[in-house]
T-cell receptor
Framework: EAQVTQNPRYLITVTGKKLTVTCSQNMNHEYMSWYRQDPGLGLRQIYYSMNVEVTDKGDVPEGYKVSRKEKRNFPLILESPSPNQTSLYFC????????????FGPGTRLTVT | QKEVEQNSGPLSVPEGAIASLNCTYSDRGSQSFFWYRQYSGKSPELIMFIYSNGDKEDGRFTAQLNKASQYVSLLIRDSQPSDSATYLCAVRPTGGGNKLTFGTGTQLKVEL
């Protein structure tokens, strides 16, 4: 089954404790992206990757890191989480070319206390 | 001005009616437009995309695009309770590559 998976789905952590949210896709997609979704602000892009070893900042990259060492994986790293990073996070992937659009993972609900 | 604007709703329609969801965008050069449906607590799901002015129909859904007015809409015919969700409008900005800019969504409630 074609899918984007994320782990963990739910996470409660404390300020400053490093964490990683994993994202994996089995569709051989070149493009992968991370979003956060907050009430009243909608979906905002954090980072994206055009292919292996190619990453770039989105609209709200502060406080986040990413890496793309393999085509299927695109982890999101929070080196020192803060309460304002409490949010619902989505990973998405897309194949290149017009007519192919972004497919989203199930989401990770993160709470930083 | 927000790049992609939607009325947050909720928009309430009776079962069987036509639901009309609207979206305006600020980047006049935008070329691609998308509608995603998001059930509460779930991930967004692509339901329609449109690239050219006019209408595009897929089952009960019709997307309408008017680039001159910078306006895109989604019509849902014969609305069902299962259509109750938040509908996100997304726009690919000029030179944006694969980037999508999302509106904040319109909540639709289909009432029995």
């Amino acid at each position: 089954e074609a899918q984007v998976t994320q782990n963990p789905r739910y996470l409660i952590t404390v300020t400053g404790k490093k964490l990683t949210v994993t994202c994996s896709q089995n569709m051989n997609h070149e493009y992968m992206s991370w979003y956060r979704q907050d009430p009243g602000l909608g979906l905002r892009q954090i980072y994206y990757s055009m292919n292996v070893e190619v990453t770039d900042k989105g609209d709200v990259p502060e406080g986040y890191k990413v890496s793309r060492k393999e085509k299927r994986n695109f982890p999101l790293i929070l080196e020192s989480p803060s309460p304002n990073q409490t949010s619902l996070y989505f990973c998405a992937s897309k194949s290149e070319g017009r007519g192919y659009e972004q497919y989203f993972g199930p989401g990770t609900r993160l709470t930083v206390t | 001005q927000k790049e992609v604007e939607q009325n947050s709703g909720p928009l309430s329609v009776p079962e069987g009616a036509i639901a009309s969801l609207n979206c305006t965008y600020s980047d006049r050069g935008s070329q691609s437009f998308f509608w995603y449906r998001q059930y509460s607590g779930k991930s967004p799901e692509l339901i329609m995309f449109i690239y050219s002015n006019g209408d595009k129909e897929d089952g009960r859904f019709t997307a309408q695009l008017n680039k001159a007015s910078q306006y895109v809409s989604l019509l849902i015919r014969d609305s069902q309770p299962s259509d109750s969700a938040t509908y996100l409008c997304a726009v690919r900005p000029t030179g944006g590559g694969n980037k999508l800019t999302f509106g904040t969504g319109t909540q639709l409630k289909v009432e029995l």
